[in-house]
C-alpha cells in the first residue's frame, strides 16, 4: 500500500548511494529579499528578489561557471527560481527543496521571538510553533533533505550537480550529507546569493568550500 504522504513522484532509487563520487554538489542560497534583508524567518512565504538580490544571482553565476553539471534543482518559491534563472542555471523545480516551515514564526526575526519568550530562543534549539502552517521540526527538514540527496548522489557519479535553495534548508542539507546531526546546521551560516561546494576527500563527505559571496560577510546570517 502506499504512503499517501510520500510524494508519488520521488521514488527512492533502484540502487544504493554510489560509493565516493567524485562530482561536486553546489549550493547556491537565493539572493536578498526584503525580509532576508530584515532578518525575519522566511519559510514558505513567496516573497521576491530585492535590486541587490538579482545582482548577487548574477555575480553568484560568474563562480559557477566551470562546473560539468549533470543535474541542477531549484526550491519552487520564486526566490530560488529568480536566483537560478540570473545565475544562468536551467533548473528543475523540486518541491522537496522548499524552505522549512517556520509556522507561527514565519515573517517574524530572532529578536522579536527571544523579547517575547525571555530566553535566547533559536529555531535549531528550541523549534517552532505551528501557525497558518502547521511548522517542521529540524528532523523533518533533514527527511527531505535526505530525499534530495537520494536523488543528487547517483548523479554526482556522473559529474556536478546544482541546488538552488534556502539557508536554513541548505545547512540542514548540508549536515545530512556530512552524516552528522541535522542541528550542525546551526554552527555553519549561509549568506544571501552566496555559493559553497560540497563533495568527497578521501573517500568522505567534506566541505570543499564555504559561503563564497562578492564579499567576506561581517556578522552571521539572521535568516
Request: glycine letters at 10%; a negative charge; zero cysteines.
Amino acid at each position: 500500500m502506499e504512503n499517501p504522504e510520500q510524494p508519488v513522484a520521488d521514488p527512492l532509487p533502484d540502487r544504493p548511494a554510489p560509493d565516493n563520487p567524485q562530482g561536486k554538489l553546489v549550493l547556491l542560497r537565493h539572493g536578498e529579499t526584503e525580509w532576508s534583508r530584515s532578518g525575519r524567518h522566511t519559510g514558505r512565504t513567496d516573497v521576491p528578489l530585492t535590486a541587490r538580490g538579482e545582482e548577487l544571482a548574477r555575480l553568484a553565476g560568474s563562480l559557477v561557471t566551470g562546473y560539468d553539471f549533470r543535474l541542477i534543482l531549484t526550491s519552487p518559491l520564486q526566490r530560488a527560481r529568480r536566483t537560478a534563472e540570473l545565475a544562468g542555471l536551467d533548473a528543475e523545480v523540486d518541491p522537496l527543496l522548499v524552505e522549512w516551515d517556520y509556522g507561527g514564526y514565519e515573517g517574524r526575526t530572532t529578536k522579536d521571538i527571544r523579547a517575547e519568550l525571555g530566553y535566547n530562543w533559536s529555531a535549531f534549539t528550541h523549534g517552532v510553533i505551528r501557525g497558518e502552517t502547521p511548522g517542521e521540526t529540524v528532523e523533518e527538514v533533514a527527511a527531505r533533505a535526505s530525499r534530495v540527496l537520494t536523488r543528487v548522489l547517483p548523479a554526482m557519479a556522473e559529474g556536478d550537480v546544482a541546488l538552488i535553495a534556502h539557508g536554513h534548508y541548505l545547512r540542514i542539507l548540508t549536515a545530512v550529507f556530512l552524516r552528522a546531526a541535522p542541528r550542525f546546521g546551526a554552527a555553519i551560516t549561509l549568506d544571501a546569493g552566496s555559493v559553497s561546494v560540497l563533495g568527497f576527500a578521501r573517500e568522505q563527505p567534506a566541505i570543499l568550500a564555504w559561503n563564497h559571496g562578492p564579499e567576506l560577510p561581517l556578522q552571521p546570517s539572521e535568516s
